[in-house]
């Protein structure tokens, strides 16, 4: 099916096997101390390692966690779906910790792993930046550290932290990112900081699966509303996992508050899809349409643009069966954008690398 293109896959999850295969990453004093601790769960804690959502079923070893070998990578994505490049957004719990240091001691450790066992190994691979959200100021020295590898091509945050994503408190990492030229992937999944609804905790994964697309509506606010769009304006953010359904309707809604308070917000000087359009991507799977052919492209429609969806297979996560990762339908001119052009236009760095 994407044959023929030199797909650029935007989402897939390398997993770390387990704290072991971090301690050679990590400065004795943290090697140490985080064995004395037990930390050795940090990397579970949120989705179980093993369930339905977080690894296809064929995609899932006999024993073990899944995705944690290149070998694993290269026979189950990269070869059989053809894919060209593929960047790794490894989601370890880094932005777990309370602990500004330890933060960045497991965000330099996960870095420099993705460098060794992943980046070092297959030319096909690019990765993010994962960044210790938890300190602006060691989000930005990490960014520092990194950023003179071309193989990074992103940095990488979750979509619920402990404050609003348009914060100022934020904006450093944001400048810092620009300057380098990298995207702001913003994935979900949360540091548990905060309920996924704003009305408590939910009882079971389904919702707080289904409530991530709520809260990427509010980071999206967030970022629009205390402008950091038309302070950093060659900064693209891209949401990945995020869905894109509830998109038209995010713009319809925003579109008609925003003209009754402008003058509230009187940086934000232009409409929100304009801003949307040029600067937010959005990673294709999960793709939440329905399956039939017009309403897919009565969806895409309402988006507004075709610069929009970056392909994505979300490997190892379970969003489509078999080889069918696109959706049904699609134009050839469509496909060709979503595999090649829109990525590409988005990571400037996949060219230069
Ligand atoms: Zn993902």
């Known amino acids: 099916m994407i044959e023929g293109h030199a797909a650029i896959d935007c989402d897939i999850h390398p997993s770390v096997p387990g704290l072991k295969a971090l301690l050679p990453y990590m400065e004795p004093h943290w090697a140490e101390t985080l064995v004395q601790r037990g930390m050795h769960e940090l990397d579970s804690i949120s989705y179980p390692n093993r369930g339905p959502l977080t690894a296809r079923v064929d995609w899932q070893p006999e024993s073990g966690k899944p995705a944690t070998t290149l070998e694993q990578v290269l026979s189950q994505l990269l070869d059989p779906f053809g894919i060209d490049t593929a960047i790794c957004n490894c989601l370890y719990g880094v932005q777990l910790p309370f602990s500004e240091d330890m933060a960045a001691a497991y965000a330099r450790a996960v870095n420099d792993w993705i460098i060794k066992e992943w980046l070092d190994k297959d030319e096909r691979l690019r990765a993010s930046i994962i960044v210790p959200i938890q300190g602006a100021e060691v989000a930005v020295e990490e960014i520092e550290r990194c950023a003179g590898d071309k193989r990074f091509v992103q940095i990488l945050l979750l979509v619920a932290g402990e404050t609003m994503l348009g914060r100022r408190h934020h904006w450093s990492i944001y400048e810092t990112a620009q300057k380098h030229g990298l995207p702001v992937g913003i994935h979900a999944g949360s540091s548990y900081r905060h309920p996924s609804t704003p009305v408590g905790w939910s009882s079971y994964v389904s919702e707080d699966y289904v409530n991530q697309a709520i809260t990427f509506q509010s980071q999206l606010a967030s970022l629009i509303s205390e402008g950091v769009f038309k302070k950093f304006p060659e900064l693209k953010f891209v949401m990945l996992e995020s869905g ?13 508050y925003w003209r009754g308070l402008t003058m509230e917000i009187p940086w934000v000087d232009r409409p929100p899809e304009e801003i949307i359009h040029e600067q937010v991507r959005f990673s294709l799977q999960p793709f939440d349409a329905p399956e039939d052919e017009a309403t897919t492209a009565k969806v895409l429609d309402h988006l507004g643009s075709d610069d ?46």
């Open 244 to 256: 894109v359904t509830w998109l038209p309707s995010f713009i319809w809604r925003f579109k008609k």
């Open 308 to 353: 929009l969806i970056l392909f994505s297979t979300d490997y190892p996560h379970w969003q489509f069966d078999g080889q069918d990762v696109l959706p049904k339908g699609l134009p050839n001119e469509l496909i060709r954008k979503i595999l090649v052009d829109n990525p590409r236009a988005t990571y400037p760095r996949l060219s230069a690398a």
